[in-house]
């Protein structure tokens, strides 16, 4: 296999990127982690979208059936960033308004020790043998194709992922997760062509789109955590129901605004 398969660069790129934040996941402090877990999440998604576009250039089944044990890492450490951005949100939240949320923090802390004893299980049981066995298997998908042919079919394929961005934008607040996983999709595949078949403003926009939906999704998921809290654990009668009740509120104009800001930037992205 050429080792200039581009394709293949960014894959082993992100291949050793995983392999070494997990490697650092299973020797590290949880306090020392929140990087890694990071890192490691966007390398997997990362490599997921090269999954999706290679099935696509090749014409080949879908190769998720061989990332399931890599998927389930991924949920797992999720759920960990998840809660770890709500505290950080709350944090945040909390010096805004100059409000504590006591009760709700210590119950996001109390989970935060559970699911990191899960994600110590996840660590110790994902065989890395799964993701070097996929990358044997790319290699040898990509081992007669022509650099040049697959870039055509690439930025095709990005056209058509941007036709179809346009058609769904209309509609950013009924879908943004839907729409964030396709502005994903684009911004890894477009990344991948040379600069001169490249739009840097647009790909600067499609990533400032990708950064509001982002922020947009940790208000989402601390929002419903919030709401299970208040409505399953604290009674009507406690002032923290009435201030977390406010909380969801101030929350959802925040992610109102979001969206605004975010609608914005992502008709200027496809206008292009």
Do not use: C
């Not at 949320?101 to 989970?111: G, N, P, Q, R």
């Not at 994902?126 to 298997?137: F, P, R």
């Not at 839907?178 to 403003?201: C, G, N, T, V």
Request: aromatic letters at 8%; hydrophobic letters at 40%; charged letters at 30%.
């Amino acid at each position: 296999m050429p080792a200039a398969n581009f394709i293949l660069k960014q894959w082993e790129k992100q291949q050793t990127v995983f392999l070494q934040n997990l490697d650092g996941l299973r020797t590290k402090d949880k306090e020392k982690t929140i990087d890694k877990v990071h890192d490691l999440r966007v390398a997997t998604k990362k490599l997921r979208s090269y999954l999706k576009l290679l099935a696509l250039l090749l014409n080949k089944k879908d190769y998720t059936a061989s990332f399931e044990k890599t998927e389930q890492l991924f949920n797992v450490l999720g759920k960990h960033r998840d809660i770890e951005m709500g505290l950080e949100v709350i944090n945040l939240l909390e010096k805004e308004s100059k409000i504590s949320y006591t009760a709700f923090a210590h119950y996001l802390k109390a989970v935060h020790q559970q699911v990191w004893i899960w994600v110590q299980a996840a660590l110790k049981n994902y065989d890395e043998k799964e993701l070097i066995a996929i990358t044997i298997l790319v290699e040898q998908d990509l081992n007669d194709k022509n650099n040049d042919e697959l870039l055509q079919k690439l930025n095709g394929i990005v056209e058509k992922e941007l036709n179809k961005s346009r058609r769904l934008a209309n509609n950013l607040s009924q879908q943004p997760h839907l729409i964030r996983k396709l502005f994903k999709d684009i911004f890894y595949w477009a990344s991948l062509l040379p600069k001169e078949m490249q739009a840097p403003d647009q790909l600067k926009r499609i990533k400032k789109s990708l950064e509001y939906l982002g922020n947009w999704q940790d208000l989402e998921m601390l929002h419903r955590k919030i709401k299970h809290f208040r409505k399953d654990f604290v009674p009507d009668s406690r002032e923290d129901h009435r201030l977390l009740k406010e909380l969801e509120k101030a929350i959802m104009d925040k992610k109102q605004k979001i969206l605004s800001s975010a609608g914005e930037n992502i008709h200027n992205a496809l206008s292009h």
